[in-house]
C-alpha cells in the first residue's frame, strides 16, 4: 500500500489538489478506503489525518468500509424521492434481505443511498457497480437484483 500510494502522490503530485484523485485511485484499486491508507495518504502528502478522513467521507462514493462484490447505490435525492424510491428501496430491501447500508452475509451485496446522479429526467435510478438503471419500477429493479443472484 505504502508503494501504491507513493506511486499515486508521483503521478498526482503531493499538493492539497492531490487529495480527491489518490483517494479515488486507492478505492477503484481495493475498493475501499482503510484506515491504514487514509493515515498513509496523509503523511504523504504532509496533511492531518482528519483532513483525509474529513475529505473521504464528504464523498459517498468513497467508501471508508469494505464492500460487496457488487455496490448498489440508490439515488435519494429529491427528483428520485418524488418518483418512488422508497418503494424501491423496500423492494431491494426484500429482495436482498437487508437494509440500505447494509451488505449480505455472502459479501455478494452492498445497498447504499447517495446523493443525485444526475439522471433526474429518468428517476427513480440506481447505479451497479458503473451502470445506471433508470425509470426504476419495483419489478424491474427485482428483476436487475435477482438476475445478478443467480450469477
Ligand atoms: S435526483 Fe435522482 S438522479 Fe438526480
Redesign the pocket.
Known sequence: MVAFIKELVKTHGNTRESLLPILQKIVLREKYLSDEAMTEVARQLDLATAEVYGTATFYSFIDTKPKGENVIRI???????MHG?NQIVKAIEDILKIKVGETTQNKKFSFLET??????H????MLVNDEPYTELTPEKAKEIIGGMMKK
Open positions: 439515488c435519494k435525492t429529491i427528483t428520485c424521492d424510491k446523493n443525485c446522479l444526475g439522471w433526474c429518468k428517476g427513480p435510478v
